[in-house]
Each structure stands twice: as C-alpha cells, then as structure tokens.
C-alpha cells in the first residue's frame, strides 16, 4: 500500500503542476459545453429565437393581406416585406432562410379553387437549401395562414361571386353524378348563407357601405395545444446535456494522454526503473488506473459545479452522480491502460485512440442528443460506454431519476472498465 499510495501521489503532483494543461482541460469542455447547450435550448428562461422569413406581397387583396397580417401574427416568425428582387439576393446570400412570394390575384383565384379544386395558384418559395427543415415549418405555418384567410373570404358575403361561379359550372341538377349533386346542395346551402349573412350586415350597418365585409373567422385549426414539460426532476436544461457530453469527451482525451504517458515512459526507460523496484507490476498499473479515475472525477466534478454556477444547471440526485462519475473515471482510467498496452508507439497509439474516442462519443450523444439517431443507431450505441455515461448524467441532471435510476448506467460503465482492465492487465503481462 505504501508503494501503491506514493505512485497515485506522484501521478497527481506532477498533473496539478501543470497549471497551464489543467487549465485547458476545464476550459475547453466548459466553452464547448455553453455553445452546444445555448443550441439545444439553453435555460428554461431563455426564449426560443424566431425564424426569420421574408414576403414578397404582390396580392394587394384582402386575402392577400390578411396573409401577410397572419404571418406577422405569428409569435415563431419575424417576416420582412421585400421586393421580389431582394428576397432572392438575401436567400441566395444566405441572410434568410426562407422568401414565400404572394402573386397578384392569389387570393381570388385561391378562393375559386376552394372547392373545385381547379387552377390552384402557385405559392412560389425561395429557400437555402441548407435549410430545409426550416422550410417545412415554414410551409406548415402558412398553409394555416391561407386556408383561414381563403375559407374566411369564401364564407363571407364577398365569396357570393365564387359560389354563383361553383354552381354555374356544375351540370344541370338531373345530370349530376352522386359527389356533383353532393357539391350542388352544399353550394347552395353555403349560398342561403352569405346572402343571410349580406342582409343582416347590410340591417346593421346600412351606412357602412365600403366597410370590408369579410368576417374575422374562417377555417382554422380546430384546436389549441397546450404545452406541458414533463420530467421527474427541475425543468430541462439544455446546458446539463451538453456539459455531460462535453465532460464525457475531454475526459477521454484525457485518458488517452494517460496511456500515452506511458507509451512515452517506456520509451525512456522510466517504466523498466519502475518495475526494476520491488513493486509489482501490478501495483504499478493500479497506481495510474486510480490516479487517472481521481484524476479524471475531479475534472468532471469541477465541470458541473461551473455549469451549476454560470448556466443554473440543478443536479437533482448529488449522491446518484457521484455514482455515475465515479463509474464513468473507472472506465476511462482503465480505458487509457488499454490503450498503452496495446499501442506500439506513442504516435500510433494517439491517433488511433483518438479515432475511437470520436466514434464513441458521437455514437455516445455526446454532441448531438441519441433520439435524433435513426432506430437502428440508436439500438447500436447501447453497445458504446459513453452512451451509458450521457444518459446516466442526464438521469441526475434535468430528469431527476435519482440514485435508483443511474445502477445500470453505472453497472454497464463498471462492466466495460473490468474488461478494459483485464485486457491491459493481460497485455501488459505478456
């Protein structure tokens, strides 16, 4: 034990020495970690940035304007009224992500096309095709805005010209076919509408002859949602996944400098004068296997109490995530002895170990959460340890599972850091 003790205490005298890497080791996951986060939604306060479109309203109608007016309404999008010109230059360039262009005459002709479904108008969008999931919100939001704006005019009394026009087109009654005769009864039962409607506004309101007619209802979605969090824990916070995900990663790396370390003292004889002692070899691997996980809990303790300070990051579960940080020091100590027992070259080993730290922190949700993975991927990262250490961070973060609900996290991390250790334990003996 005294041997033991020495070699762990040497290891963290010379690692807190070197302020200027100790430095970088918390800087860099903290500065990543509050860009990812502000990305993925940042704090509950924050409010979510609007998208930014631009209208080109050729349609002076109206429909055309009650459009425009829609768009504008909306609390998900900040519209700019361009020219036709300027919008494609600001798409093209990059500046917006989406122009939607209102042509002359698309209110009366969208109006006409309500039923008959004849000579729909053309909706012309310019988008950057780096953003075509903006484009489909977008799309979805002003098929609301013309559908209550069109129904909203044909229902109203203005919209007596367009049904005199459905009907007029229809066959003559003992000609029409079983839908056409269904059409020609509700035409006309939607004509006895307007013109009731026309002659109470006109009882009503004699002397406002030139007032616009059309009513403020229409066609609408039939329903309002209402949006409710759900988590056993504080509300989410986009900072603790991506202090968990950055975390996770750094401290790899850092388990990869631990194998290198001794890469790097086996090629100049350090590691024979070790071993020339009467120690055991394995003392010698246990003394770096424990320094690197004390090592490698610090860092991740010193992260989280930095998001907890600067981004009101809440950890529900205090004793859950010192299971799981401990877990997951455990594994990426053993982790850095696997890779210097089978890299032959400290160069070799470093560019190797990095490939694979990246696969596995990407297949992890590290950088990007895993549900946004295809079902196939996401089954597979079951199988990758980071993915076990991002979800048992987030457990104790923003879902407050608590300590019962990060064991298999911890287990699965415990489990791959025995195999890691065995191999290296193997390798090193031979």
């Known amino acids: 034990m005294t041997a033991l003790i020495a070699l762990i205490r040497k290891d963290l005298i010379l690692y807190l020495k070197d302020k200027r890497a100790l430095m970088l080791h918390l800087l860099m996951p903290v500065v990543l970690a509050a860009f990812f986060g502000s990305l993925f939604g940042g704090t509950p306060s924050e409010r979510t940035s609007k998208i930014d479109i631009g209208v080109v309203a050729l349609d002076q109608s109206g429909i055309g304007k009650k459009i425009v007016d829609g768009l504008k309404a909306d609390s998900t999008l900040r519209v700019t009224e361009l020219s036709e010109a300027d919008a494609q230059a600001k798409v093209r360039t990059g500046k917006l992500p989406v122009a939607v262009v209102i042509p002359a005459g698309f209110g009366d002709r969208a109006g006409d096309a309500l039923f008959s479904g004849k000579d729909k108008p053309e909706l012309p969008l310019f988008y950057d095709p780096s953003q075509s999931t903006v484009l489909a919100m977008v799309k979805g939001l002003l098929t609301q805005q013309v559908m209550q704006a069109t129904s909203s005019a044909v229902m109203g009394r203005q919209g007596s010209a367009s049904t005199d026009r459905y009907l007029a087109d229809l066959p003559a009654a003992d000609k029409r076919s079983t839908d056409e ?36 209802g229409g066609m609408s979605v039939p329903y309002t949602t209402k949006d409710a969090a759900l988590s056993s824990g504080p509300k989410y916070n986009g900072y603790a996944h991506s202090f968990a995900g950055m975390g996770v990663q750094f401290i790899l790396f850092m388990g990869i400098d631990m194998g290198i370390g001794i890469l790097l ?83 070799a080993a470093r560019g190797i170990a990095t490939f694979a730290t990246l696969i596995m922190v990407m297949l992890g949700g590290a950088w990007v959460p895993s549900f946004i993975f295809p079902e196939w991927v996401q089954q597979v990262t079951l199988l990758v340890p980071t993915r076990w250490a991002v979800d048992g961070f987030d457990a104790v973060t923003w879902r407050g599972l608590g300590l019962a609900g990060v064991w298999p996290a911890a287990a699965v991390q415990l489990g791959f850091a025995a195999i890691f250790g065995a191999l290296a334990v193997w390798r090193f003996r031979r």
């Open 265 to 347: 003292a086996q090629r100049m004889g350090i590691w024979n004068r070790l071993l020339a002692a009467p120690v055991s070899m394995t003392t010698v691997l246990a003394g770096r296997a424990i320094s690197g996980a004390l090592i490698a809990m610090g860092l991740m303790c010193a992260m989280f109490l930095c998001a907890m300070l600067i981004f009101k990051v809440e950890i529900s579960s205090p004793a859950g995530f010192l299971v799981v940080a401990a877990s997951f020091s455990m594994m990426t100590a053993a982790f850095g002895l696997l890779i210097a027992a089978f890299g032959k070259t400290p160069e």
């Open 181 to 216: 005769a269904q059409l020609g009864d509700f035409l006309s039962s939607l004509k006895k509408f307007q013109d009731q409607r026309a002659a109470t506004a006109a009882a009503a309101q004699p002397a406002a002859s030139g007032a616009d007619d059309t009513p403020a």
